[in-house]
């Protein structure tokens, strides 16, 4: 079995979710109001729209959204540079912790996504 190729958002709003994960990851998707794929090194993440989902799959997400926590991590090669990057962009990022080492040997911050969803950013030495 492969790991993972790839994570799908469902929301409200796929627009601005899309210009978000644009902004915030340096890279450019073709933005519509239904589905967005943003390709990665190794996968992709999707935003689908949830009404056009639920047509699509034929079931209703609201049923099954489990707990509502998402946290998404991505490998940076400078927590502290992407922090001050991310504070420079035009847009209004809710951070939940700065840039924090660990006896493990990481450091990482995390912030949220327009939908709630916890963003993090991780270099592990």
Known sequence: ?????????????????????????????????VHVQIPLDGGVITLYSRKAAEKDMGFDFSKYHGTGLTKISFNVKD????????KSLDVNIDFITLPTSYPWGARSMHFHDPDGNIVCFLSIK
């Open 1 to 33: 079995m492969k790991f993972l190729s790839g994570v799908c958002f469902i929301t409200e709003d796929v627009a601005k979710l899309a210009e978000f994960y644009e902004k915030v990851l340096q890279i450019k998707a073709n933005i519509n109001d």
């Open 79 to 86: 927590v502290d540079a992407e922090y001050e990057r991310l």
